[in-house]
DNA sequence: AACGACCATTATA
DNA sequence: TATAATGGTCGTT
């Protein structure tokens, strides 16, 4: 059965839905309802691991242009960026588009778009706070490229 | 089914 | 700095 918890990073709360190993949601928000979450998250906002396994988002199954965005962009490494652009040579879509995908991903983290950044050198966004993209690609220690 | 608006983009000048 | 081109989604009709 589906589970709903959460955890906190910084002054930020992250709410964690998910049923097995499949995640539904990631959101940070200001408020949420308290309840456990896997261990991968408090794990993961601590610094101490890399990696979700194996759990995974439930956003990259089927075959449209969003999910295979998320595929793509689950694919960058710890530590690395890429471009809206590349990702979207990856994804045979536009930019543009990966710029909405980024935008609506309902699992943050798990599908790590803080790690997609703008062709000028400059973040692109983060919702709901762009501070967070700073502070997860800081915690990761953000190399260049790949 | 068609259309227009929206957007966390990018290339060009 | 401004503007055109771009593609997928969503609300409206």
Same mark, same amino acid.
């Given at each position: 059965m589906m589970q709903t918890g959460s955890c906190s990073f910084g002054l930020w709360k992250v709410i964690v839905s998910w049923e097995g190993n499949v995640v539904y949601q990631v959101q940070f928000v200001r408020t949420a309802p308290e309840g456990p979450v896997p261990v991968q998250f408090t794990k993961f906002l601590a610094g101490r691991?890399? $990696?979700? +396994?194996?759990l995974v988002s439930?956003?990259? $199954?089927? +075959?449209n242009a969003y999910s295979r965005v998320y595929a793509a962009v689950s694919k960058?490494?710890?530590g690395e960026t890429r471009t809206y652009r590349e990702v979207a040579l990856v994804a045979d879509t536009h930019p543009r588009v990966v710029g909405n995908a980024m935008a609506r991903n309902p699992t943050s983290l798990i599908v790590p778009c803080h790690r997609v950044t703008a062709s000028d050198g400059t973040l692109g966004g983060f919702t709901p706070d762009l501070q967070i993209k700073r502070d997860l690609l800081k915690m990761e220690g953000k190399k260049k490229r790949g």
């Open positions: 691991v890399d $990696s979700f +396994d194996p439930a956003a990259v $199954s089927g +075959d960058i490494p710890y």
